[in-house]
């Protein structure tokens, strides 16, 4: 009989380890800025800290309100990744994190995503129908906003149809400080497959959606589009020939006279011969976050990070 009681003595504790006391359960590991992980340089590091479901592939993620809050995108290999799950940690006062568990605003299916520069906001797209009754199978995708607050998420709302349209894909928004809104969209008139657009926002109305024209728009698809808070820079997921892989990250920087630079690739430290796309900054200024799928992925999609230092090592002299 002693050895069975040895061995429920040591499977006990780890039992507790893992259940916890309440309904919040928490993991030591996950604890401190960033889910604890070791903050990376500047070469891009595979960001996991072992929350995301084994063998799924990962989407946007995001970090809230002052870091103490992270959402991210999840799902399993065979199925729609239009209809992505959301899920969310949170990082109590004890620093530590809570298991994830599904966004309420999770069953619009946000599927692309950014988090705004008022570190509260999240702009995303969806399938969803204006009535919020269906899902939309198309070609068409809309833009939509969701506000985390004191007791909790508010209910999504859908931008109007200066930006959103009845019968095109608007998709990966990025805002600015001054609620400009750069998105990518199919459209008749555009240069490519799925181009760059803006809509300024004009003391709380939109104007209509303007091109951004061939300064970062190819013949082909430009995607993924995140800005500055300051619209400083522009990033873009593009491909180019003497690319490092299939999509690469590029960076266009802002002149005084508002005027772009060229396209920069944010090179070997950030690409690879993968797929890069979704990227964005965390609303501190400290690390670009993106997706890949590269071969360190196993045949899915990773999220990574690395030091933002890395975009602004790449500014032109003249726009320093």
């Not at 994190?97 to 995303?124: C, E, H, R």
């Not at 196993?298 to 003249?318: S, T």
Request: with cysteine; charged share 25%; hydrophobic share 30%.
């Amino acid at each position: 009989m002693k050895p069975k009681i040895a061995k429920i003595c040591f499977i006990l504790p780890i039992l507790l380890l893992f259940s916890g006391c309440s309904r919040q359960s928490y993991v030591p590991l996950w604890q401190g800025p960033y889910l604890g992980q070791q903050p990376p340089g500047m070469t891009a590091e595979l960001f996991d800290p072992g929350i995301f479901n084994e063998g799924e592939f990962l989407g946007c993620s995001g970090f809230f309100n002052n870091g103490t809050v992270f959402v991210y995108g999840s799902m399993k290999p065979d199925s729609d990744w239009r209809l992505r799950p959301v899920y969310i940690t949170e990082m109590r006062k004890n620093g530590r994190w809570i298991m994830p568990k599904i966004a309420p605003f999770s069953n619009y299916s946000p599927y692309n995503f950014t988090v705004g520069p008022d570190d509260q906001t999240l702009y995303f797209t969806t399938l969803k129908s204006p009535d919020k009754t269906t899902h939309m199978f198309g070609e068409q995708a809309n833009i939509w906003a969701v506000k985390l607050e004191m007791d909790g998420w508010t209910e999504p709302v859908m931008f109007g149809r200066s930006i959103n349209t009845e019968r095109y894909y608007e998709n990966y928004p990025s805002v600015t400080n001054d609620g400009t809104i750069y998105y990518m969209s199919r459209r008749e008139d555009g240069a490519g497959r799925t181009d760059v657009w803006r809509s300024r926002n004009l003391d709380g109305v939109y104007g209509e959606a303007e091109n951004l024209g061939d300064f970062a728009n190819t013949e082909g698809s430009d995607i993924d589009p995140f800005v500055a808070p300051d619209e400083s820079y522009l990033i873009v997921c593009q491909e180019k020939e003497r690319g490092f892989g299939e999509f690469d990250l590029y960076v266009y920087f802002q002149r005084e006279d508002k005027s772009w630079s060229e396209a920069i690739n944010l090179g070997e430290g950030v690409n690879s011969a993968g797929f890069e796309a979704r990227p964005y900054v965390t609303p501190d200024g400290k690390y670009l976050f993106f997706t890949s799928n590269r071969e360190e992925s196993e045949g899915g999609e990773g999220i990574y990070w690395v030091d933002a230092k890395v975009i602004d090592q790449l500014r032109p002299e003249e726009i320093r």
